[in-house]
T-cell receptor, first 111, second 112 residues
Framework: DSGVTQTPKHLITATGQRVTLRCSPRSGDLSVYWYQQSLDQGLQFLIQYYNGEERAKGNILERFSAQQFPDLHSELNLSSLELGDSALYFC??????????FGPGTRLTVL | DQQVKQNSPSLSVQEGRISILNCDYTNSMFDYFLWYKKYPAEGPTFLISISSIKDKNEDGRFTVFLNKSAKHLSLHIVPSQPGDSAVYFCAASGYYGQNFVFGPGTRLSVLP
């Protein structure tokens, strides 16, 4: 158990819809990272927040957005969903060092 | 353009033998390198790391070697065990964990 929690575990929705994925980092960790893993592909970095502020941006689509709240939990919002958005979405947290601790992931299926 | 490459999608090794997983990177600004292991339906878990100022780091059965001039690192697992069967991701980051990039992963199968 990494200490990072993600909800929901599974999400099934239709094209064009909007969903919100939630992540609670390890206690004390200020950094939260979001990743997408599609069809046995490597982890694609989406975005990083540090203590409520966006720190780094990766391959995140404009239809996707994220935020980190004062209690340090983070949400990833995916809108105008397409079939290709079906993937595992992982959240990770760190205390500012290089090691990241990953949550169990949210499996999103877009039908 | 992949900054971190793992050119072997899969690797099969006999139990008790050595597993060698390779990783190449293109960005000379990477400062820290990590290996993660991932079982199906679980998030990746940290395995071992190495700073760019070192060329070797060892932790039990796992050793990571870094060749900065070749921009290459490798993970050695000796002896390999069936429980090591998983997908292994190589990752690299800049200073303070910025620009964190994962490779595509190598699926290791350790055969009993």
């Amino acid at each position: 158990d990494s200490g990072v929690t993600q909800t929901p575990k599974h999400l099934i929705t239709a094209t064009g819809q909007r969903v919100t994925l939630r992540c609670s980092p390890r206690s004390g960790d200020l950094s939260v990272y979001w990743y997408q893993q599609s069809l046995d592909q490597g982890l694609q970095f989406l975005i990083q927040y540090y203590n409520g502020e966006e720190r780094a941006k990766g391959n995140i689509l404009e239809r996707f957005s994220a935020q980190q709240f004062p209690d340090l939990h983070s949400e990833l919002n995916l809108s105008s969903l397409e079939l290709g958005d079906s993937a595992l979405y992982f959240c990770a947290s760190s205390d500012g060092g290089d090691e990241q601790f990953f949550g169990p992931g949210t499996r999103l299926t877009v039908l | 353009d992949q900054q971190v490459k793992q050119n072997s999608p899969s690797l099969s090794v006999q139990e008790g033998r050595i597993s060698i997983l390779n990783c190449d990177y293109t960005n000379s600004m990477f400062d820290y390198f990590l290996w993660y292991k991932k079982y199906p339906a679980e998030g990746p878990t940290f395995l071992i790391s190495i700073s760019s100022i070192k060329d070797k780091n060892e932790d039990g059965r796992f050793t990571v070697f870094l060749n900065k001039s070749a921009k290459h690192l490798s993970l050695h697992i000796v002896p390999s065990q069936p429980g090591d069967s998983a997908v292994y991701f190589c990752a690299a980051s800049g200073y303070y964990g910025q620009n964190f990039v994962f490779g595509p992963g190598t699926r290791l199968s350790v055969l009993p």
